[in-house]
């Protein structure tokens, strides 16, 4: 039996696997796999390529076979501060993924419009971003829906408790996070900046709060262009998955506002996954430490 074990620890530039393969040569498995219940939950859901509108099934975009590697990012709507910080980290990445043969898709909450004036603003590869309109996939992902779904009052109103944590567990932390600084996070800026003066190698005090604040002014303007029409999206939290084929190797739940998983964490769960779990991925993610995923190989 072949167990794989993938750890995460918020804040940390680079994730930990651990590998124990009691005897059993190192080589790569055959098994008969079951299409996992998250492969299941994106057949048949189509969403619109930011790049023409177009629809497109999103299980069309990677093959359905072992080794065939796709990484689906699911990000929340596109005037999100967690969905721009997220994207300015994704695209240092995509170009090591997709060298790797790994498929990458970016969905958003919103309208073609929306996906198109984010990826104008942020540079972000249009051909690899889509549009989604509801929630109903992100319901069947099991992601968080955000403070009270079924309470009928205004989504800004719900934003309020969620931005304090509540419905939104480990958002104060991350904030608090973006001000002191984290000895663990590599910097945030790559190029000179005055907040080099406080040493270099580590996220410095005060420098994730102020991208936070630059992306702030830039969503602010531009409002109208980025929020989606259904405004009940605007307290619908994401998440990631990693797919082999049609098994789900890694898997992260966003707790709340700006509790996402680290590309790092993305990046070594695709280079990793050419294991593939005869059952589905378990996972327990926004623990303290982050999330853990086992799988294993009969």
């Known amino acids: 039996m072949l167990q794989m074990r993938f750890q995460q620890t918020r804040g940390q530039s680079a994730s930990r696997v651990r590998l124990a393969t009691p005897n059993v040569r190192a080589r790569r498995c055959a098994v008969a796999v079951h299409a996992s219940a998250e492969y299941e939950a994106l057949r048949g859901k189509v969403a619109y390529k930011a790049s023409s509108g177009d629809p497109v099934e999103l299980t069309s975009l990677w093959e359905p076979v072992l080794g065939s590697k796709a990484v689906v990012v699911c990000l929340t709507h596109f005037a999100d501060l967690t969905s721009w910080e997220l994207a300015q980290k994704l695209v240092k990445i995509i170009p090591t993924l997709e060298g790797s043969g790994v498929k990458v898709m970016v969905l ?12 104008r603003i942020l540079k972000f590869p249009m051909d690899r971003l889509y549009a989604y309109p509801t929630a109903d996939l992100y319901t069947a992902l099991g992601f968080n829906p955000g403070f009270a779904p079924q309470l009928q009052v205004s989504p800004y109103v719900k934003l309020l408790p969620m931005l304090a944590g509540v419905g939104s567990p480990g958002t104060i932390q991350e904030v608090v996070r ?9 910097p945030v800026f790559d190029s000179p900046t005055p ?14 709060a102020t991208l936070r604040l630059f992306n702030m002014m830039g969503i602010l303007p531009k409002w109208q262009e980025l929020c989606p029409p259904d405004t009940s999206l605007l307290t619908q939290q994401g998440g990631c998955l990693v797919f082999s084929g049609t098994s789900v190797v890694f898997k992260h739940v966003d707790s709340g506002i700006l509790r996402y998983t680290e590309p790092d964490s993305i990046l070594q769960a695709a280079l990793q996954a050419d294991y593939t779990s005869s059952s589905s991925a378990i996972t327990t993610p926004n623990s303290q430490s982050g999330p853990t995923l086992e799988a294993e190989v009969q």
């Open 108 to 119: 958003g909450l919103g309208n073609v419009n929306n996906a198109q004036e984010f990826a």
């Open 195 to 208: 907040f080099d003066i406080l040493g270099s190698g580590y996220q410095r005090p005060f420098e994730l």
């Open 178 to 186: 973006g001000y002191v600084g984290d000895n663990a996070a590599p």
